[in-house]
């Protein structure tokens, strides 16, 4: 400290020297001087270009010494924190506004804007003194001050040998100077309280108390939080989690973001990999209970969570098996169901569990059906949900407003919570407690405040910052407490909402700061580091210098980002950059032209892919290809609307697998709209998987219509059968969801034929038709399990198509033409039987099996061929099959065997679950309950149990 003091000094000293001469010198930057670097530390001023004579009489009169005298403090600044105090400058820092005095101006103006060397601006006093404040005793800050004349003190020194003389005497009394102690972060700087929240205690008081009545209760409890932008929805969240921590709840929070929507389940996903770290730190014995809760409620189907959750791979280890491969409607049923389960299983009387989500007015549909799957499973017990949203944003349109209404139509009982904005009083105590003076005091500030915000949380809180940004408000260093312009501040002109006075105030920071928020900002609320260093190096703006080096490129973004840290505009995270509120993320979007927008998307998701690592695809495609979607207008070149379509297509597969089926939709909508009406020709096998999957997509979410129109376009223009095979099967999917089982039927038939398997359109004598099938199971319950197991696996694909469509017929033919359920086993039996086993002759054979179980004198033929699907079954790992295939094979056994079977049919029932297959899981559910009641179970308990099957089957569909 005394070093950096005797160069200062030495600098004073070196300007005394100048304007003894009659000399101002104009243009004292770090580059106009000159340190001898022996212990002398002399000084050297040079570039006398812009130097002038000073009056003879008054140096103060002079605005040349004046300005050396500002300039000297912004040196003395510079010195201290490293930082330029300069706009334009290759390590700028803050605002272009400057409280020192101009040529023409002799009186400071909290307004005026200081030119310097070519258009440069110095930044702001309040910045200055921001910087300075723990990093130099206070006398100094006080110096620093005065010589920029800031309205914080009303010292101010009359020549350049003062400043020479002050900083000597300091040099040689060390003690009484250099030795303040004064370490408040926030002396003479905005006190906005954490810890505080305001006329909000009714609100915090129906949390804590919803949450005490689900501990004592032993329930579930849902909160909904509504309010307009501002309001302190997120802070009445915020200060409900240390409460209910000291209550021995389990927090789990996450924040939804209007430009992250494309990703499914973004926040879902951000706060459970947040809790799976907090399990980790737990200790062993904390991390083994949870692990084995989670492994008995989900069992061998955890890896369908693992790929949503990575982080619980750190809790419960790899999967040592990959989930069962199952179609998509079943993919969706069993995720909702799994993640059910994790939450049963993670949440207990010991350990209540409070899932805290903001913003879900940004929700996707996919987040949303989780949500909505365990806020109704009635069997969890110890959960409180509570969401916040935005109730003046919401429409029709909106996912949330579906989610809602299905909440409603089930009665769930909702808490609702509605916040206003904040009164009077409590917009005193919150200024009160900003500027550390009493509400009496404060009470003057505090109404102005009010009228102009009406009580808004998120404007006041900026305007203040806003009224100190521009020297309406200021702590005076004098009387060490805070002051203000009463005229100025009435008479200000004050923007509409918080996004415009939020645009204001980011306009005022360097030009490199506003680049990287205004890039930070098209990505949305929060960004890794790693993800903006593959964009933010790449895209340039033409205020801003650029380097070659892209180690030096990427410090620079880095450090304009911390300059909004530290302005409060964004928090760092771990690796996060994160907006403090969204509407502060709206307002650096906001200053992107619209029309440069779109060019502006595709450019960051160019760059992205550009520069990941091929290793680190998967981590950033979503993004990567939200962005290009955002700039999809602004494409013109043929070949990169191939490549973005192709993209849209990985990232549709991939939401795929993620039973995210809204989200996938989006994307191969997307890829859609790139193709042209020529695609069919030029780019098929592109088309062919863009349009099957899209209509995959569209039946999982049930759009039926939708899926006919897009079926009706891949059969017009596939080439071979083959080619439309996928189309007709979802298709006829789609029919039979809708009770158009005949329609199904009809189609099915009509590709049955194409495939060589003709179906009469009118069965011959039902007798023998009844006698094909039994001369078809005989011949099967005839073989030795060996002779069964060395039957090959079929090998013609026409006839493994055709057991595929065979099985959809015989599934509406129960449902619409049950006299040809005999002919459609038969058929698939006797495929099986003359080219080989496929996955749907364990349907068949299981099918059979309970068909013919209630038959005289063939219950053992039934017995044998449910025996033989099941080795089946566990020959070709068809686990997607299990829970039909034991469904029925175990109901055909039990009227026989009721008590051997009452527990495989449970099990049964649990796989079914597991695997999403709820219309067997069900069944088996069936046959388990009539079987316990026909042992001899007292029929009260068997009603509990049938009515807790119900109950799982309405609240998974």
Request: hydrophobic share 40%; aromatic share 8%.
């Amino acid at each position: 400290m005394k070093s950096i003091i005797m160069v200062m000094r030495n600098i004073a000293w070196s300007m005394v020297d100048v304007h003894n001469a009659g000399i101002s010198h104009n243009n004292i930057t770090p580059e106009h001087i000159i340190i001898n670097i022996d212990d002398s530390a002399s000084i050297k001023f040079i570039s006398f270009g812009s130097a002038s004579f000073l009056a003879e009489n008054n140096e103060l009169s002079n605005a040349g010494a004046r300005k050396d005298l500002a300039a000297l403090g912004y040196i003395f600044y510079e010195i201290v924190s490293g930082k330029s105090p300069l706009r334009g400058r290759v390590n700028q820092t803050v605002t272009i506004t400057t409280d020192c005095a101009t040529d023409m101006e002799l009186e400071p103006k909290s307004t005026r804007e200081e030119e310097h060397d070519g258009g440069e601006m110095y930044i702001s006093a309040v910045e200055v003194y921001s910087a300075l404040l723990n990093k130099l005793p206070f006398v100094f800050v006080k110096i620093v001050m005065a010589l920029i004349e800031s309205k914080m003190t009303v010292e101010r020194y009359h020549s350049v040998t003062e400043v020479y003389l002050l900083l000597d005497k300091m040099m040689s009394n060390p003690r009484n100077f250099l030795s303040d102690k004064r370490k408040d972060l926030y002396y003479g700087q905005l006190r906005f309280t954490s810890y505080k929240l305001y006329d909000r205690d009714d609100q915090l008081s129906i949390i804590t108390d919803a949450y005490s009545q689900m501990t004592s209760e032993e329930s579930s409890k849902m909160i909904l939080v509504s309010g307009y932008s501002g309001t302190g929805k997120s802070a009445l969240i915020k200060h409900a989690r240390p409460i209910l921590k000291t209550r021995n709840a389990h927090i789990i929070y996450g924040k939804f973001d209007q430009l992250q929507q494309a990703e499914p389940f973004f926040a879902i996903i951000d706060a459970f990999n947040g809790y799976f770290d907090k399990v980790k730190k737990g200790g062993p014995e904390y991390i083994q209970r949870i692990k084995t809760a989670i492994f008995e409620a989900i069992g061998s189907e955890v890896g369908v969570l693992t790929k949503i959750f990575p982080r619980l791979c750190q809790v419960i280890g790899s999967p040592v098996a990959d989930p069962v491969q199952v179609d998509s409607q079943q993919a969706q049923n069993r995720l909702k169901y799994l993640f059910r389960m994790m939450i049963g299983a993670i949440a207990s009387p010991s350990s209540p569990l409070v899932l805290l989500l903001d913003d879900l007015q940004w929700a996707d549909s996919s987040s949303l059906d989780l949500i909505e799957a365990v806020v109704t499973d009635s069997e969890i017990k110890c959960i409180l949900f509570a969401g916040t949203y935005r109730s003046n944003e919401v429409n029709n349109a909106f996912p949330l407003t579906r989610f809602m209404s299905d909440i409603a139509e089930k009665h769930i009982s909702v808490i609702k919570i509605e916040l206003e904005n904040i009164g009077r009083e409590a917009v005193n105590d919150l200024i009160s407690d900003a500027i550390c003076k009493a509400t009496l005091d404060s009470k003057m500030l505090a109404d102005i405040v009010y009228r102009k915000t009406s009580g808004n949380v998120l404007f006041l809180t900026q305007l203040l910052q806003s009224l100190y940004a521009e020297d309406l408000l200021w702590f005076s260093l004098d009387t060490e407490s805070w002051e203000w312009d009463y005229q100025g501040i009435e008479t200000k002109t004050i923007p509409k909402n918080v996004i415009n006075l939020l645009t204001e105030r980011i306009v005022r920071l360097p030009v490199l700061t506003q680049h990287a928020l205004n890039l930070l900002s098209c990505i949305g609320c929060a960004c890794a580091e790693s993800t903006l260093i593959l964009f933010m190096n790449e895209i340039g703006q033409n205020n801003t210098e650029k380097s070659n080096d892209i180690s030096e490129r990427e410090n620079n973004i880095l450090l304009a980002l911390e300059i909004a840290v530290a302005e409060g505009l964004v928090k760092k995270d771990g690796s996060l950059y994160v907006f403090v509120h969204d509407q502060i993320q709206s307002a650096a979007y906001s200053l992107n032209p619209e029309h440069q927008r779109g060019p502006l998307h595709l450019q960051i998701g160019n760059s992205i892919l550009k520069n990941v690592p091929i290793d680190e695809m998967e981590n950033v495609l979503f993004i990567a290809v939200d962005q290009l979607n955002r700039g999809i207008l602004s494409v013109n070149r043929e070949d990169l609307k191939e490549t973005i379509a192709q993209l849209n297509l990985m990232a549709g597969k991939k939401a795929m697998a993620l039973a995210a089926f809204r989200s996938s939709a989006s994307f191969f909508e997307a890829g859609i709209s790139l193709l042209d009406e020529y695609c069919w020709d030029k780019m098929y096998e592109l088309s062919l998987q863009l349009y099957g999957s899209y209509a995959d997509a569209q039946f999982c979410i049930g759009h039926f219509d939708e899926v006919g129109q897009v079926t009706a376009v891949i059969i017009k223009h596939a080439k071979t059968l083959w080619d439309g095979l996928n189309a007709y099967s979802t298709l006829i999917k789609a029919l039979g969801s809708q009770n158009k089982s005949r329609d199904a039927i009809e189609i099915t038939c009509s590709i049955l034929g194409e495939l060589g398997e003709h179906i009469p359109s009118v069965l011959p004598d039902q007798n023998a038709t009844w006698e094909d099938l039994m001369r078809s199971i005989r011949l099967f319950a005839m073989m030795t399990d060996d002779q069964f197991l060395s039957l090959n696996n079929i090998s013609d694909d026409k006839k493994t198509m055709s057991m595929k469509f065979l099985s959809h017929l015989a599934v509406y033919c129960f449902m619409a033409k049950i006299n040809y359920v005999p002919f459609v086993f038969n058929r698939m039996l006797d495929l099986t039987l003359n080219y080989g086993v496929s996955n749907e002759s364990c349907t068949a054979l299981a099918m059979s099996s309970f068909l013919i179980s209630d038959s005289d004198g063939d219950s053992r033929a039934s017995y044998r061929i449910g025996e033989l699907a099941l080795l089946l079954v566990e020959k070709l790992e068809a686990n997607e099959y299990i829970s039909q295939v034991h469904a029925n094979v175990y109901a055909a056994r039990s009227w026989n065997e009721m008590r051997m079977t009452t527990k495989p049919l449970h099990h049964a029932y649990k796989r079914g679950m597991e695997i999403g297959d709820i219309q067997n899981a069900m069944l088996s559910a069936q046959y388990y309950c009539i079987n316990r009641f026909l042992c001899g179970i007292e029929l009260p308990t068997v009603e509990k149990e049938f009515r807790y099957f119900l109950k799982q089957m309405k609240e998974q569909y």
